[in-house]
């Protein structure tokens, strides 16, 4: 239909997991004339245009850019500044620019710093979809069907990138949230990075009890689930920890005094206090948890 | 065949996931003729005869292991010192005991204490296997096979015994791994211990950051999985606290170290830092435990 939403010019810059199953879910939608992937590594994006995931490619930004109506930046958070600063000056005057970024507040201050007046072209962008795969091969188009995508438009957002935003994610079947960035920073810090150091913690300090390894013989069904998270990308949350810093020195705070007050509930041998802690907890995520759909 | 191994009567003491699964698996084995269940919550018997789960059933321990030829201890740990003493005055000379606690070394003692010579008929196991949910009705045939079993005999165990509950525990498709109670006390607090207790944290401490619970709407999949076993039975988890406790303080102390020493990372922002802690634990992980089978 001639009348229907449509993007002539996707460009995405990070063509893995996110990107990679971004560019399929709007392929398969038909809402795309045609997709240019973006990023240094060039065999990647080889595989992503055998996997028809991607028209065409370029490994340098400009290139890339040129002709977008909507560029995706899916990369990981500590390569945004640099990308910011050469967008600023290759991205045309009408093309929208959003993000992924499981972090707002740094991201928000790198494109404030680096876009200037450009700043509101951009909307600030989260879909809270993931597994603890990796990479293009690992991207499909179902992904973000009946999951958040968490926007956060700024004072300076105009209203029509706003929409063409919006657009994209209804497209693949996301349902949109809006919120601030504080909001979203502190949320997901307890949500989502929490429980992802949790479990890369888990698995490291058993590493140290057992340098042999043996000990993982005797780990079952409990063991994997807590860990799972533990198989994600080590780059993509080394800057996760340094783009929302503060967000999770908060929540690791907030935890580590509540496993003090487990440990001292077992040091006191508190059967009550432990049962109780217990079965609040079991509670909680009954109520609210059991059935909830989505990977991160 | 009359020569096959064969158990004439069963007594299932507990008959929730994992005493009611016991009894469906050996029942659909065809390896025992009749099944009796006991505990003192007459309306769980009644609804585990109505599935099929158990022939018939009493509320006392005397009645119940009158005739037995084996009898399995399938009640929380906390149940079983006083149950002991029942069985020492109770439980017919011919009969084998064996229990399913997941801790090893509290359960020994109270044995040793409470049965005397008949100490011998007692054979301490543990399947590695379970999932979040609890009672008869969750109870399937299926959960024990391709799971580990972990029997600790003892010196004074006798052989007869020992090779009755390999059988039993054969005759579900488990997988048996024998230890001692020691080893077995240390690799359980590290490999399920741990991450139930770590779990029960993450949601406890969410639920005092947001006591309207509104956060958990941000929760996705990882949230999900690292919190699954948070929703176990919290009286089962207070005794396994309570039961093997020292080895849980060793490891709870080995996190609690670990965890600081990440938020030493994040605090220095020491992205290097943070790359190999986090890199060492998804190779550990993607290594040792991708592709691992059972729920607990």
Known sequence: MATAWHIRQLTVIGVGLIGGSLARALRRAAVVDQIVGCQPDSAGLVRAQQLGVIDRYATDVASAVAGADLVVLAVPLGALPELFRQLAVAVPPQAVITDVGSAKG???SAARQALGERIASFVPGHPIAGTEHSGVEASFAELFANHSVMLTPLPETAAAALQTVQQMWRSTGAQLVQTTVEQHDAALA??????????YTLVDT????DPTAEIFRYAAGGFRDVSRVASSDPVMWRDICLANRAAIQAVLAAYSGRLSALQALIEHEDGAGLQQLFAGAKQLRDRHIVGLKGEE
Chains 1, 2 share one sequence.
């Open 106 to 108: 740094s991201v928000v």
């Open 190 to 199: 307890a949500t989502s990075h929490l429980p992802h150091l949790l479990a």
């Open 206 to 209: 058993l590493g140290r009890i």
